[in-house]
């Protein structure tokens, strides 16, 4: 099983744990705010439970249809899911709001806020694991349901702060107040993954610092006088690259050349990860178009 598949069923048993508790807590307490987060909880489970239905389907080999893989399908969902969590925090911000306006506000206990203090521990846990795997396999569906369950915690937070507040400084307004602090800042970072959805959608290309290495590595042979043509784009977890090498030597055996092609090849893919790498030979230079052959005979 691989390690998307394996953080996916961890959080879905976290959310049913999640919802045990607060469910339990709800029926001792009748807390308003217990009870909204456990909504929240089982919300979360959904999420989960079909973060691991795209992973999967992601995962699928490629066939005579989709010759790339089914890996687009996780990014598909995971912009879903932002939108899910940026609308879901505009929704706060209006009925806090609306508390504001009419004098609504919460009330609780202690054993509220000890629900919420182990809430949160729990949470906490399962958004540096989440964050840690989503960053070892470049998943957009774990960096969402990451963010997910961050906003989970910061809600159980200012749950805690909302009823401490009430309860020593009989400062109600605290609530909705907070809670619209809180929707903005995850309204903030949602906009992150609608980002990287945008930047996937449009090709856009690999880190700097990934480029500057793959030209020095093309440099570092001294049986290429130059390199052209360099171009990369990232899509999902994948980095696609591709550039022409020229060597000094035009009647150079194909053989050597295709070995040195191989060894920049491995080079690359062990510095970037899910790196798909083309190399074309050249045995001159062909990046201009007057010397390049291709376009002469086109133009015949």
Avoid: C
């Avoid at 911000?93 to 919420?116: A, C, D, P, R, W």
């Avoid at 009647?251 to 074309?280: R, S, Y």
Wanted: net charge negative; no cysteine; aromatic share 14%.
């Amino acid at each position: 099983m691989s390690q998307e598949k394996k953080a996916v069923i961890i959080a879905s048993i976290t959310a049913i744990i999640l919802i045990i508790i607060k469910g339990t807590a709800w029926i001792l307490t009748w807390s308003m705010a217990i009870i909204t987060s456990a909504i929240d909880s089982a919300m979360d489970f959904f999420v989960s439970l079909m973060n691991f239905l795209a992973i999967r389907k992601s995962e699928e080999p490629h066939d005579e249809d989709h010759n790339y893989w089914h890996w687009k399908i996780e990014w598909f969902w995971a912009i879903f899911e932002g939108l899910v969590i940026f609308l879901s925090w505009i929704a706060v911000i209006y009925f806090s709001i609306q508390k504001i306006i009419n004098h609504e506000y919460i009330h609780g206990n202690y054993e509220s806020i000890l629900v919420m203090i182990i809430s949160i521990l729990i949470t906490f846990a399962l958004v540096i694991y989440l964050s840690k795997i989503s960053k070892l396999t470049w998943s957009l569906v774990l960096k969402a349901d990451s963010l997910h369950y961050k906003s989970d915690l910061y809600t159980n937070l200012w749950i805690i702060i909302s009823l401490i507040i009430l309860k020593v400084f009989n400062l109600p307004i605290i609530d909705p107040i907070i809670s619209i602090i809180i929707a903005l800042y995850i309204m903030y970072w949602s906009l992150e993954i609608l980002q990287e959805w945008y930047k996937m959608l449009m090709d856009h290309a690999i880190d700097e610092e990934y480029v500057e290495f793959i030209k020095n590595t093309i440099n570092s042979f001294k049986e290429i006088s130059s390199y052209h043509f360099l171009k990369t784009r990232q899509s999902g977890k994948n980095n696609f690259i591709e550039f022409h090498i020229v060597f000094w030597d035009p009647n150079i055996l194909l053989k050597l050349a295709h070995i040195i092609g191989d060894k920049i090849e491995l080079k690359i893919m062990e510095q970037i990860p899910n790196a798909h790498i083309i190399i074309h030979l050249d045995y001159f230079d062909d990046s201009s178009e007057i010397n390049n052959p291709k376009v002469l005979v086109n133009n015949k």
